[in-house]
C-alpha cells in the first residue's frame, strides 16, 4: 500500500492526525498531486483547522482547476482566509503535549477571545462518510443527466396540460 493509500484509508477510520503525517510525508514527493492537496484539505477540515483546509484546496485547484471533489467542498470556505499549514514536525508534537485539563482551559480561553466572526465558522462534519462514497467523480456527470431528465419530464407534462385545455376549450366553443 503506497503512503497516499494509507493516508486515506487512517482518515476514513477517523485517524486525522495520523492521516496528516502520512500525507505530508507523500507530499514531500508528490507536490503536484491535486488529490494529495484535496485529502489533506479534508482532513484539516475534519480537524476544524479551515485556514489550512482551504490553503491545500487552493493548491488543489491551482494544479487541476476542474477538480470536481475539491469543487464540492470548497464554496463552503468562501469566509474563511487561507493560511499555510506550519511544519507538521514542529507544531502537532508541542499542541499533543498539553495535559488534558490544561488543553481544556486553553480551548476554554480561545473561545473568549475569539471574535463573533470566529465563532461562526462553518463547521464541517467530513468523518461520517467514507470519502471515495461522499465524493464520487461521476458525481456531477449523474447531477447533469437528471437535470435533463427532469426537464424533459416537466415539458411532456406541460405539453399535455396544454394540449388538454385545447381540447376542452374547442369541446366548450362548439
Known amino acids: 500500500m503506497d503512503i ?5 484509508k487512517l482518515a476514513q477510520e477517523g485517524n486525522y492526525e495520523e492521516a496528516l503525517n502520512s500525507l505530508v510525508t507523500a507530499l514531500k514527493s508528490e507536490k503536484g498531486n491535486p488529490d494529495l492537496h ?10 476544524e483547522e479551515f485556514p489550512y483546509a482551504k490553503y491545500h484546496y487552493e493548491k488543489a485547484l491551482t494544479l487541476q482547476p476542474d477538480h470536481a471533489k475539491t469543487n464540492m467542498v470548497f464554496s ?37 477571545t475569539a471574535t463573533p466572526q470566529t465563532q461562526q465558522k462553518p463547521k464541517l462534519n467530513l468523518a461520517d ?9 461521476d458525481v456531477i456527470k ?33
Open 129 to 137: 462518510k467514507k470519502w471515495e462514497d461522499a465524493f464520487p467523480d
Open 38 to 47: 484535496f485529502y489533506l484539505g479534508l482532513c484539516y477540515s475534519s480537524l
Open 142 to 174: 449523474r447531477k447533469e443527466k437528471s437535470n435533463v431528465i427532469w426537464k424533459i419530464l416537466f415539458m411532456i407534462i406541460g405539453i399535455a396540460i396544454v394540449a388538454c385545455l385545447v381540447y376542452y376549450g374547442l369541446a366548450y366553443f362548439e
Open 76 to 112: 463552503s470556505l468562501n469566509d474563511v482566509e487561507a493560511a499555510k499549514p506550519p511544519e507538521r514536525d514542529s507544531h502537532r508534537p508541542a499542541r499533543d503535549n498539553i495535559k488534558p485539563p490544561e488543553k481544556k482551559a486553553l480551548v476554554q480561553e480561545m473561545k473568549q
Open 4 to 8: 497516499i493509500e494509507k493516508g486515506k
